[in-house]
């Protein structure tokens, strides 16, 4: 089946623009997930979503940062005023609604520049 | 707070070397998760296994072992007779029990394996 999918693949944006990043998770997973991977880094979680609602926003790093989920399906990212440290790859996840902690499936990512 | 340390950055071995990669974690939770995934070339993570923190059986899949002790807060992962296919970044991370089921990530192991 179809595996977690991420649009765009790859977004260049001047300093202080907008952007949107969406994600399609596997169908049937309630769960979701946003993290962001910094070269040579690991993923660093943003927020987790479990449905519609936010389960843990903890992640995002300032209230540039928002990210929905109206319909408990397809999420989208939002940066406000896009800064150069912004510049990563945004990672997406979704999980199943089977148990607690279980394996978390990755999309393959939106790499994000900000010039 | 909950941490994941990957003390080795980068591995080079030659095909069919044995390799450990080393994982310690820190928690205060007495339920908790481990977890490894891979990262080859392509960029997606690809999972590889997940624990709960009681059980400390060590676990063999194919060519992959992983040893989790819990007396040395460590869950580390061998690849025996090694292929250059294994090449990749391979990631330890930790989820807490209570709560948010965010993934916290180390830094990451590079292995490269050479023919």
């Known amino acids: 089946g179809a595996g977690v999918s991420q649009t765009p693949s790859n977004k260049v944006t001047e300093k202080g623009k907008y952007v949107e990043l969406r994600c399609d998770p596997i169908?049937?997973?309630?769960?979701l997930y946003w993290y962001r991977q910094s070269l040579g880094q690991g993923p660093e979680f943003l927020i987790y979503?479990?449905?519609?609602?936010?389960?843990?926003d903890s992640g995002l790093p300032n209230d540039r940062f928002f990210a929905v989920r109206p319909e408990g399906s397809v999420s989208t990212l939002k940066i406000q005023r896009t800064e150069r440290g912004d510049s990563a790859v945004y990672l997406c996840?979704?999980?199943?609604?089977?148990?607690?902690?279980?394996?978390?499936?990755f999309g393959p990512g939106t790499r994000l520049t900000v010039t | 707070a909950q941490k994941v340390t990957q003390a080795q950055t980068e591995i080079s071995v030659v095909e069919k070397e044995d390799v450990t990669l080393d994982c310690v974690y820190e928690?205060?939770?007495?339920?908790?998760?481990l977890f490894w995934y891979k990262q080859p070339p392509s960029g997606e993570l690809v999972f590889l296994i997940r624990?709960?923190?009681?059980?400390?059986q060590n676990e063999i899949s194919g060519r992959y072992s992983w040893n989790f002790q819990k007396s040395t807060s460590s869950f580390n992962f061998t690849i025996t007779a090694s292929q250059v296919v294994d090449s990749a970044v391979y990631f330890c991370?930790?989820?807490?029990?209570?709560?948010?089921?965010?993934?916290?990530f180390g830094k990451g192991t590079k292995l490269t394996v050479n023919p």
């Open positions: 624990r709960n923190s009681f059980d400390e």
């Open positions: 928690t205060r939770d007495t339920t908790y998760y």
């Open positions: 169908s049937g997973h309630t769960a």
């Open positions: 996840a979704s999980s199943p609604p089977r148990q607690a902690h279980y394996e978390q499936y």
């Open positions: 979503f479990q449905g519609t609602g936010a389960a843990d």
């Open positions: 991370a930790l989820s807490e029990g209570g709560g948010s089921e965010k993934l916290v």
